[in-house]
């Protein structure tokens, strides 16, 4: 999937070490679809040469603003011009300072001051720097002024030290430049999701779960974030990463039970936007045990597990809806025949004006997925593709609706 294709990125690199993550980013951008056009600060050509970014991108590499290359000779209003976005990575203490004081003292500070486009940085520095008040005052007045910061995150640094400063790495940045060009059809709402499986105890060491990944759900709370959105994922035991986790902006809660996934779901019906997709057993054991049971004790008795209803989730939050006139209730199903006119009770049943169905007996834990979408005088069909992008797809199916 190319996501990025025809964007113009201006990719400019400030002194770090880190500087060496850079050569995979470029790579991974243009994979995606990116022009990618590289300006190098003089301290950053001591960390890589330009030669090898030339060599990854293609194209000539700009360090001085004074570059006769270009026929104008105005490298800053040329190269900001040709952007859609500037991407500095990485930005040392030192630039970002100087951006957010509006200086331009040389190529890329220059290139800032007169750009037209959005800007995102990704800082890397020594703990210690990214810790001084001054540092943090010049990220605030960067946040302030517009600019997207991504990162930095905790972790082992160069100089042998271990803290807040590093660099994200290479896939970390491509994600968050994905996103950043997403459209913000949600912005301003609230998006409440649940994911994943479901676990019933047995006993301490036993219970009663399913196949869900929680792929599809973690994919709807990416792209309701890359939307703008203010998401919740409340997710059942699956071994997913938050996405987008180095933003800190997905509010995850783990639960485990049905049960406890119904209490953590209705005790946050602020949302404006509902999506159903965890896996929620049906039924926990009634009679189950607070001790092992012991095979010993059992004998040649076998238990006998009572089954008594789970609440349902979707059905209880669409009764709040009826009478709050939000969220608006999106669930899931997994039919394997019929799957139109099984799909279409199952909204009914669910009082719900969306039901989004499974194409395929068993998607469980594939990163493809096929859905057929049910509203009430509707249907329609979203061809195969990756899970995050059909959640895009169907994010911005949402965003006409509320
Ligand atoms: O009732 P059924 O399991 O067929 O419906 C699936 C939809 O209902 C999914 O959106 C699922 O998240 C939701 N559900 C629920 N609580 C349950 C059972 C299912 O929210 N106890």
Redesign the pocket.
């Known amino acids: 999937m190319n996501s990025l294709q025809g964007k113009k990125i201006l990719l400019a690199m400030s002194g770090g070490i880190a500087a060496f993550k850079v050569a995979e980013l470029a790579r991974s951008l243009i994979q995606e679809g990116a022009e990618v056009q590289v300006a190098m600060s003089e301290a950053a050509t001591h960390f890589m040469t330009p030669v090898t970014m030339q060599a990854l991108t293609g194209k000539p590499v700009y360090v001085s603003q004074w570059d006769a290359r270009i026929p104008n000779n105005m490298a800053h209003i040329e190269l900001s011009r040709q952007a859609d976005v500037i991407l500095i990575a990485p930005a040392s203490a030192d630039l970002m300072a100087k951006i957010s004081l509006g200086l331009a003292d040389d190529l890329i500070s220059t290139i800032c001051l007169a750009k037209e486009c959005p800007l995102i940085v990704v800082p890397a520095m020594n703990k210690q720097m990214w810790d001084n008040p001054a540092t943090q005052r010049n990220v605030a007045q960067l946040d302030k002024d517009g600019v997207t910061v991504l990162g930095p995150t905790s972790g082992s640094q160069a100089c042998g030290e271990n803290g807040m400063g590093r660099m994200l790495e290479a896939h970390q940045i491509l994600e968050g430049v994905i996103s950043f060009f997403q459209e913000k059809v949600l912005k301003g709402k609230k998006v409440l999701i649940?994911a994943g499986p479901t676990y019933e105890a047995i006993d301490p060491v036993r219970g009663i779960t399913n196949k869900s990944s929680g792929k599809m759900g973690f994919a709807l709370a990416q792209a309701a974030l890359e939307a703008g959105a203010e998401v919740h994922l409340i997710a059942g035991p699956c071994h997913l990463n938050t996405p987008l986790e180095f933003t800190g902006k997905i509010q995850r809660t783990n639960v485990t039970s049905?049960k406890e996934m119904h209490s953590a779901v209705m005790s946050d019906l602020t949302a404006d936007v509902f999506f159903?997709?965890?896996?929620?057993a049906?039924w926990h054991v009634k009679n189950a045990s607070a001790q092992k049971i012991k095979k010993e004790v059992a004998g040649s008795n076998t238990p006998t597990l009572e089954f008594e209803l789970?609440?349902?989730?979707?059905a209880s939050v669409a009764e709040s809806a009826a009478k709050n006139k939000k969220p608006y209730c999106v669930?899931?199903?997994a039919e394997t025949n019929d799957l139109e006119r099984h799909a279409q009770e199952?909204r009914i049943k669910?009082n719900i004006p969306m039901l989004v169905a499974n194409i395929g007996p068993d998607t469980f834990g594939l990163d493809e997925n096929e859905l057929l979408v049910i509203e009430e005088s509707s249907s329609q069909r979203f061809e195969k593709a990756d899970k995050l992008h059909l959640s895009r797809q169907l994010i911005r199916l949402i965003s006409k609706k509320i």
Do not use: R
């Open positions: 649940t049905a159903s997709v965890a896996a929620v049906d789970n609440p349902d989730i979707l669930g899931f199903a199952k669910k």
